[in-house]
């Protein structure tokens, strides 16, 4: 087994050692160039639309998608009156930019209305607790028995839609469990509800303690009702995976969103492409092992070697010293003192890693990792799945030159562009270093580039399950499956990740942008860098100032394009060979 190397560090001195100087950047290069004329524009909409949410704060009700409308129309009649032309290359950027939020916008509150007509009968009380919030929050004159006969019909109502569909036993799976997960924000609002009257008017409470308690009581009845009858959950035991497709017709919203002029098909037919290329490289790992071409041999060995329980910390910390010391030798990207220093590290707890086996990074980076409270069963696929070379390949993927340095750079530089969230710039980016680092020879060792094939392949692997699941083609059962089958996953590992990309709270794209983004990445290089047109640091250094947006978006900001008014998504970006 491996250990951390003495230095682990590689030459950078403890935080408390280092010179603050070093934290303050070169003022003079921070000038207002890199941002637009965009800027204030795009924050008051954020600024705005979030005052909104606070206000109408019972998530994806009657109330809240009504006022969020009539909001997201009054802003697209108000953009169109920009002054367009008199726009810069970044002003033009963002002005498509949130244009297509807008209408995005517009189109998942119409997906909200269609999912709410959908749970209307398994959960008749949404309006009914929306309108007591709003009430109280537009200082409506208060009526305490009114509001208690309110709570006394919302318990009546459960009870009712309880028996109703324990008779028919027939509500769909995905529609149970999205009734189910809103069960929660009701009970949120209601406390916040509540708790503003309660002990300050003493007729509210004489008259709403009691209903209030038993509603709340129901409403947990109701919650256990759903999740064991109708979802199909047994107490004691993991959540079954069930997810909720949003199929071929909100896919192509999403892609449009997104700036992907390609179909969930031919999207498939790419990461295939790119699961072929890492089968021939797996074969190639495998000979230099001597297991001949036998890949999940090869990956077995690598996932075998692991450290000891308690030793992954200081593993994690020098393999992250070790990006940093490798991409600033070769003068790959600015990366600041103040970046390296202040990350920091959490351990991931057993109930975590059953939706993230791996560990998660950012400004802390949580290490998956096992405790003595697991299985041991549980214990084993941790170690393996955690391992040395997995590990290596990915530490720089959620720190530096991925998902911290990010992070760090998105307070930074064009700040507002943060309202322009996308995974395939976020995901894309730090994947981008994988395809990058491979071809630098960043792996050594055959078991070096196994970690990183073990990455890439499961990449692919993501775009074709959450697809074909999304568009109705495979069910949870078969995409666990495949991860089994293809990538190399232990079934703990695969579970997991299937239940993290369905069951949590990531958008049907988000494990197909990993892949998606970095190629598109690699074909901006192709065009810019390989080419001469722009120096790789000023390529890198460009992308990051540039903060979040899609990538065609990114290819325009590099570019120096100006943006026609009415620019249409026309990026062809896959069809070069991995």
């Avoid at 017709?249 to 449009?256: H, I, K, M, S, T």
């Amino acid at each position: 087994m491996t250990k951390a190397p003495a230095d682990f560090r590689y030459g950078q001195p403890p935080q408390s050692k280092r010179d603050a100087a070093d934290y303050v950047p070169n003022l003079n290069t921070l000038v207002p160039a890199r941002s637009s004329e965009m800027r204030e524009v795009v924050e008051r909409f954020a600024l705005d639309r979030e005052a909104l949410l606070r206000f109408y704060d019972v998530p994806r009700s009657h109330l809240q998608l009504s006022r969020l409308k009539s909001f997201y129309r009054a802003w697209q009649k108000s953009l169109e009156e920009i002054a367009y032309d008199d726009l810069s290359v970044g002003g033009r950027i963002d002005w498509h930019l949130l244009k297509s939020k807008i209408k995005y916008l517009l189109a998942l509150v119409e997906r909200d209305e269609k999912n709410n007509s959908e749970i209307a009968d398994l959960l008749p009380i949404i309006e009914d607790v929306a309108t007591l919030q709003a009430n109280r929050r537009q200082f409506e004159p208060l009526d305490a028995s009114a509001t208690a006969l309110s709570l006394t019909e919302m318990h009546r109502k459960l009870t009712k839609t309880t028996a109703e569909s324990a008779e028919a036993g027939t509500a769909k799976r995905s529609v149970a469990q999205r009734a189910a997960n809103r069960i929660a924000d009701l009970k949120n609002v209601l406390d916040d509800w509540f708790k503003f009257y309660d002990g300050y008017d003493p007729y509210f409470s004489w008259w709403n303690r009691t209903p209030y308690a038993s509603l709340i009581t129901a409403l947990d009845n109701y919650h256990r009702f759903l999740r064991e009858t109708l979802v199909g959950a047994k107490p004691g035991e993991d959540e079954p995976i069930i997810g909720d497709p949003i199929g071929r017709e909100g896919l192509a919203v999403d892609l449009e969103h997104e700036m992907i002029p390609y179909t969930p098909s031919e999207l498939i037919n790419t990461a295939e492409q790119e699961l072929a290329w890492c089968m021939e490289e797996w074969k190639r790992a495998a000979r230099d092992m001597g297991l001949g071409t036998n890949w999940k041999a090869a990956l077995s060995r690598t996932m075998n070697d692991h450290l000891a329980p308690g030793q992954q910390p200081l593993l994690i910390a020098s393999q992250a010293y070790e990006a940093v010391d490798y991409i600033t030798k070769r003068g790959l990207l600015t990366v600041p003192p103040l970046a390296i220093d202040i990350w920091r590290m959490a351990m991931m707890t057993p109930e975590a890693q059953k939706t993230n086996p791996f560990f998660l990074g950012g400004e802390q980076i949580r290490v998956s990792f096992p405790t003595d409270s697991m299985g041991h069963n549980d214990k084993v696929s941790s170690l393996r799945a955690n391992n040395i070379h997995l590990a290596r390949a990915t530490v720089q993927h959620e720190l530096i030159p991925g998902h911290h340095l990010q992070m760090f750079s998105r307070e930074r530089f064009n700040p507002h562009r943060k309202a322009f969230d996308t995974p395939f710039w976020i995901e894309g980016w730090a994947l981008w270093w994988e395809f990058l680092l491979w071809d630098l020879g960043f792996p050594v060792t055959p078991e070096n580039r196994a970690g990183m094939l073990f990455w890439r392949t499961h990449r692919s692997a993501r775009i074709i399950f959450s697809l074909n699941f999304h568009i109705g083609e495979w069910s949870p059962e078969e995409c666990i499956e495949f991860l089994v089958e293809t990538v190399g996953h232990d079934r703990h590992t695969a579970t997991g990740e299937v239940r993290r990309s369905f069951n949590g709270n990531y958008p049907p794209l988000y494990q197909a942008a990993y892949m998606i983004g970095a190629i598109q990445i690699r074909a901006l290089h192709r065009e810019l860098v390989a080419v001469g047109r722009m120096p790789l640091k000023e390529f890198h250094d460009s992308i990051i100032a540039g903060n979040l947006m899609p990538i065609e978006m990114v290819r325009a900001n590099l570019s120096g394009t100006l943006l026609p008014r009415d620019y249409q998504t026309n990026w062809k970006f896959c069809g070069e060979s991995p």
